[in-house]
């Protein structure tokens, strides 16, 4: 009898272990055998979705697809006209931040003539494909199918800031368009607290130069359209007149970022970024400042310090006091490059007496994200006007923590300058 009780608890135990290889709960039993959803779909094919729009011409399409959710697969048939295709795509699933709903990422590597971008599923049930053909042509086709989204709402999907408009920028050739604001001078002007005590006195002998850039990025198709925006100051803080010494301050800030939709401006996370994510394809934020060569000023002191989002610490302040007599101390910052992530030192032989930092791995991709530049100058000799300047080289980039998608916006490439009365 004992022999029997064993063995029938024995057989319990294998069970539950069974069980719980599968999810540990009867739930995960049940996903299993509800894995594959099947969804009738109708939509629209453009062959020349670049073409203007008084020329294009729409074919109708349908089909019948099987999304098998634990294999992460959808297979079935797609009819464009007369002409049926079979396709297989493989795909990753998101729980998007930003609509209410899952996006489905498919693999780029797919074979076959029609190639998937992104399945779209919103929580009452409807259900978009995006898909592109060989030939650049694109397919937008809709089905409804709520079982999915119970499906898809009993699992542990991690989220992702995919837009159910991400396949836009896998199909077609974004517009870019650059705004700025000249450079305006403020004077006198007010310091905020945090930086009072990092800038020598200077009364009513100052001046804020500051430069507005924002960079738009663009695209749509049929009914599908939208444009994402990063807007960016440049500043540029320091005396106008200079008897010993003057400190400058120069400054990168993210300002704001968002989506313009039907006309409205909306601030929220975008893809969009600056500088070097770590990444061999995006290349730092640079800035410089240089002084007169004649009269004769020296740089003498430099910090520079950051707070964005790809360092490993939320912010780093490098600095060297290199009062030495006889030696240009940009000559000896070049030495100090193998910090990660930190700041890359050079010089430039024209204009002479300049100064360059790169900020290497630090991304500036959120309102409030900066870097900044203290200098030293000192006054040798001589009297007179002189200009000092800061050059700006900031690259925008566009990308998708779940697709990984990066493409290049642009450069902002510019400078600021303030006029110096040298005694």
């Known amino acids: 009898m004992n022999e029997v009780k064993w063995k029938y608890l ?14 540990g709960n009867a739930g995960a039993t049940v996903f299993y055998r509800n894995s594959m959803k099947f969804i009738s779909v109708r939509g629209v094919y453009d062959p020349n979705p670049q073409q203007d729009t008084s020329e294009r011409v729409f074919f109708n399409v349908t089909g019948n697809l099987a999304f098998d ?10 009819v464009v006209e007369n002409d049926r295709v079979s396709v297989d795509w493989d795909f990753s699933i998101f729980k998007s931040t930003q609509f209410d709903g899952y996006a489905f990422v498919f693999n780029p590597s797919s074979f076959g003539n029609v190639l998937s971008l992104e399945a779209v599923v919103y929580k009452n049930g409807t259900v978009w494909i995006f898909a592109r053909d060989r030939h650049g042509g694109i397919m937008a086709l809709k089905g409804f199918n709520k079982a999915l989204v119970e499906t898809l709402s009993s699992m542990d999907i991690p989220s992702a800031g995919i837009s159910e408009k ?67 100051a440049l500043k540029m803080y320091g005396p106008t007149s200079i008897n010993d010494y003057g400190d400058y301050l120069i400054r990168v800030i993210v300002e704001d970022e968002g989506e313009i939709s039907n006309g409205e401006r909306i601030s929220k996370n975008t893809p969009l970024f600056l500088g070097d994510r770590s990444d061999s394809r995006t ?11 004649s009269p004769d000023d020296r740089i003498i002191y430099t910090e520079f310090t950051y707070s964005g989002e790809a360092a490993p610490l939320d912010e780093i302040s490098l600095g060297w006091g290199l009062l030495i007599d006889m030696i240009n101390p940009i000559n000896l910052l070049r030495f100090f490059v193998d910090i990660e992530p930190g700041e890359d030192f050079d010089d430039f032989p024209d204009p002479v ?10 991304a500036l991709g959120r309102p409030g994200h900066w870097t ?37 916006v642009g450069l902002i490439n510019t400078k600021l300058e303030i006029r110096a009365l040298h005694s």
């Open 10 to 23: 024995a057989g319990i135990l294998v069970g539950l272990l069974v069980l719980g290889t599968t999810g």
């Open 372 to 408: 900044k530049a203290y200098v030293r100058i000192d006054h040798v000799s001589g009297n007179g006007y002189g200009t000092i300047g800061a050059f700006f080289k900031v690259p925008v980039y566009y990308q998708v923590t779940g697709t990984q998608t990066l493409r290049v």
């Open 166 to 232: 991400e396949w836009l920028w896998m199909a077609l050739e974004p517009e870019v368009k650059t705004i700025t604001l000249s450079a305006i001078q403020v004077r006198p002007s007010v310091m905020p607290k945090s930086e009072v005590g990092r800038i020598l006195p200077m009364a009513t002998h100052s001046r804020d130069v500051v430069k507005i850039v924002e960079k738009r990025y663009s695209v749509g198709w049929w009914r599908w359209r939208t444009t994402y925006y990063i807007k960016v």
């Open 353 to 362: 007496n300049s100064i360059r930092v790169a900020y290497r791995n630090i």
């Open 69 to 78: 959710i634990l294999k992460h697969r959808v297979t079935g048939t797609i």
């Open 283 to 293: 290349n730092p934020i640079e800035i410089g400042l240089w002084v007169p060569h």
